[in-house]
């Protein structure tokens, strides 16, 4: 089986724009989750997605945001872009609904650079 | 807020030695996972617990859950080089269902 994958890898911004980030489960994965990795804050939890509703979400401000599409495939967007945003975006695929109380299995991530 | 502290931060080991990590939870875990991280990579999970004072092996790891489900600790034994990383813990906290990752023990391995 394929592993998680997001795409881009690696993006570069500036402040004020806004961008969006992929990411494909595993096949047959229904849970996506995604994560936001900085080397001051560690890893942070930013919100889950089941069967495309957002079922959790972090203590992060109403400028992330993300969907669900019914392939499983999620994406996440930032919007107006802040220089405290640069960072490892990580999502991870479960197979199961308590995603929680599963092994994740995370992608290699995006790394978003914001200039 | 909720804070899951891991210590020590850093820890530089000669291979061979033994290690320990600390995850310390501020409140009551349902659950403690452990994941590593290679440098440069994403992190991968190694093991779950829930069960209070719960103990479980992989061949030279070894993981604890406290008897309060409120810390955990991972104990390499014989450390090698392939068991430089960071290593993160995980949970869930009872009751308020807030998935929370510790702040990570980056080992580092000298041949």
């Known amino acids: 089986k394929a592993g998680v994958t997001q795409t881009p890898r690696y993006l570069i911004k500036t402040r004020g724009q806004q961008v969006t980030l992929s990411c494909s489960p595993i096949?047959?994965?229904?849970?996506v989750s995604w994560y936001q990795q900085t080397p001051g804050q560690g890893l942070q939890f930013l919100f889950e997605?089941?069967?495309?509703?957002?079922?959790n979400k972090g203590n992060f401000p109403g400028r992330f945001s993300g969907r669900q599409f019914s392939n499983s495939r999620s994406e996440m967007n930032v919007s107006t872009l802040e220089l405290g945003d640069s960072a490892l975006y990580l999502c991870?695929?479960?197979?199961?609904?308590?995603?929680?109380?599963?092994?994740?299995?995370f992608g290699p991530g995006t790394r978003l650079t914001v200039l | 807020g909720q804070q899951v502290m891991q210590i020590p931060q850093y820890q530089h080991v000669q291979e061979g030695e033994d290690f320990t990590t600390y995850c310390n939870s501020s409140?009551?875990?349902?659950?403690i996972q452990w994941y590593k991280q290679r440098p440069g990579g994403h992190p991968v999970f190694l093991i779950q617990?829930?069960?209070?004072?719960e103990v479980k092996k992989q061949k030279r790891l070894t993981f604890q859950f406290g008897e309060a489900k409120k810390n955990s600790s991972l104990h390499i034994t014989a450390t090698q080089t392939t068991d430089v990383g960071t290593y993160f813990c995980?949970?869930?906290?009872?009751?308020?269902?807030?998935?929370?990752f510790g702040t990570g023990t980056r080992l580092k391995v000298l041949a």
């Open positions: 991870a695929s479960s197979p199961t609904e308590t995603w929680a109380y599963n092994e994740q299995f």
């Open positions: 096949s047959g994965h229904r849970s």
């Open positions: 997605y089941f069967s495309e509703t957002q079922r």
């Open positions: 409140t009551t875990l349902s659950n």
């Open positions: 617990l829930v069960k209070s004072g």
């Open positions: 995980a949970g869930t906290t009872s009751g308020t269902y807030k998935y929370i």
